[in-house]
């Protein structure tokens, strides 16, 4: 009896990448660390004060993000206000250069655990969040250029005017000999025009 489905060939699997095979490792490993971190030092300083500790770096998240947002959506409302008035430098660039980072480390201080508070708190400083900022931008930037050569227009363009089969599609409208519009097949009454 057959039921229609191809036996799976296993010689011809798709090979995993490295990054998702050791990421769910390491996410172990990091709640692992972080849960017989936080035991030690509830022995060492007590619950009381482990817990007060975690209530903190709760807090400080939280407000860390709450100012990297607002910060964020400032620079967007100046952004698109100088773009409206014909600016062609926007005022609230330069200043957007860390929000991202900001938020991640707001996330890391939420998170419950000394490890990630660690690593929010080194994120809060300004000389490792840029130097962090400008080598994230340059790994983007070269990944980026090795992966296609162009711009994301240059790809949305491609894709959208090639069909799968590789012909060229061309928007535009069937006029019959009559002179009306309307499709191939000879429907009667106009259709409207193919918008983009």
């Given amino acids: 009896m057959t039921t229609g489905i191809p036996p799976r060939n296993q010689s011809a699997g798709v090979r995993r990448s490295r990054t998702r095979t050791l990421l769910p490792l390491g996410v172990a490993a990091w709640l692992v660390l972080e849960i017989w971190l936080l035991t030690v030092v ?31 959506f400032q620079n967007l409302n100046a952004m698109l206000q100088s773009r409206q008035a014909g600016s062609a430098e926007p005022t609230g660039e330069r200043r957007a250069e860390g929000n991202g980072l900001l938020m ?5 201080l939420i998170i419950p655990g000394l490890i990630s508070d660690a690593v929010g708190l080194v994120l809060l400083v300004p000389p490792v969040r840029s130097a ?17 050569p162009g711009t994301f227009g240059d790809a949305f363009q491609q894709a959208r005017t ?11 409208e069937v006029i019959r000999e ?19």
């Avoid at 991640?104 to 890391?108: E, I, M, N, P, Q």
């Avoid at 090639?162 to 535009?172: A, L, S």
């Fill in 42 to 72: 509830a022995g060492a300083i007590g619950g009381f004060a482990l817990f007060l500790l975690l209530v903190a770096g709760f807090v400080l998240g939280s407000v860390t993000m709450k100012s990297a947002g607002r910060r964020a």
């Fill in 104 to 108: 991640l480390a707001g996330l890391f």
């Fill in 132 to 148: 962090l900022s400008r080598y994230m931008g340059r790994t983007v930037e070269r990944k980026m250029n090795a992966a296609a």
């Fill in 162 to 172: 090639h069909r799968p089969g590789g012909g060229t599609v061309i928007q535009g």
């Fill in 178 to 196: 009559d002179g009306t519009p309307g499709d191939a097949r000879g429907d009667e009454g106009p259709r409207p025009p193919i918008t983009p």
